[in-house]
């Protein structure tokens, strides 16, 4: 509401998506439970934002608890929120969270739950599932930030994480150092093709971890993981109707 006010009296217009004018596109708010850190990040039609040092500066004193602001450009028609570029208006340009006693740092354009007192619960279920030893060899695929491969890295001998999205990589190669696990490595790649080249090489894998987007796993992924054959696969998903495509292809 208070980025609204400042947008009317800073003659900041909202962007018309029919028309394709206007400045503001969106606004997205990250408060982080466990550190209280909170990060806005606000959603240009254009890199140039004439009041934007004026703007930030009055929403910090309306709400001085905001750690950090970011400027996202998204020039394109498109039905995405985030565009590839940004500027840090504020702050150090990310925020840091606490999940599973570990911490985690969160950059805007990195996935990341946004309920995490639920997702404790679903990781430990998560963790509980892949019955460790101590000895296994796992792969966190679709891994964002890393947040379960790192939680795990505590039950097993060696973590595999892999993710498309470069500013998530960036995030959860610090991540990984941020929280001492030396044995997870990062992969930035996609997860269907990564699950393809260790098929290939006939490598081991004890635990399968994976956590796709909305439209689930590819069918490559899948005929991969069955290839590589995991004692275990722990499927996290976010699509019931997608799952469900995807058990059919893990159970036939």
Do not use: W
Request: glycine share 6%; hydrophobic share 40%.
């Amino acid at each position: 509401q208070t980025i609204f006010d400042l947008a009317e009296s800073f003659k900041i217009r909202v962007y018309d998506e029919d028309r394709r004018t206007g400045l503001l596109r969106y606004v997205q708010v990250r408060t982080a439970r466990g550190t209280k850190q909170v990060m806005v990040t606000l959603v240009t039609a254009d890199s140039v934002f004439p009041p934007a040092k004026k703007f930030v500066n009055a929403l910090v004193k309306r709400h001085p608890e905001i750690t950090t602001v970011v400027q996202n450009i998204n020039d394109k028609h498109t039905t995405m929120v985030l565009g590839d570029r940004e500027k840090v208006l504020f702050g150090p340009g990310y925020i840091e969270d606490v999940l599973c006693k570990k911490r985690f740092r969160i950059s805007s354009r990195s996935f990341y739950q946004v309920n995490s007192l639920q997702t404790e619960k679903l990781y430990n279920i998560a963790l509980d599932y892949a019955g460790f030893s101590g000895k296994e060899r796992i792969l966190d695929a679709y891994c964002g930030i890393g947040t379960i491969g790192i939680i795990a890295s505590d039950r097993c001998k060696e973590v595999l994480s892999v993710e498309l999205n470069a500013e998530a990589v960036k995030d959860a190669k610090i991540n990984a150092k941020l929280n001492g696990a030396d044995h997870v490595e990062v992969y930035k790649n996609d997860a269907g093709r990564f699950m393809e080249d260790m098929a290939a090489r006939k490598e081991k894998l004890d635990v399968l971890f994976m956590d796709p987007p909305r439209s689930g796993a590819s069918e490559e992924f899948l005929r991969a993981a069955l290839q590589l054959g995991p004692a275990r696969i722990v499927y996290v998903s976010c699509e019931p109707t997608t799952l469900a495509r995807d058990l059919d292809i893990l159970t036939e």
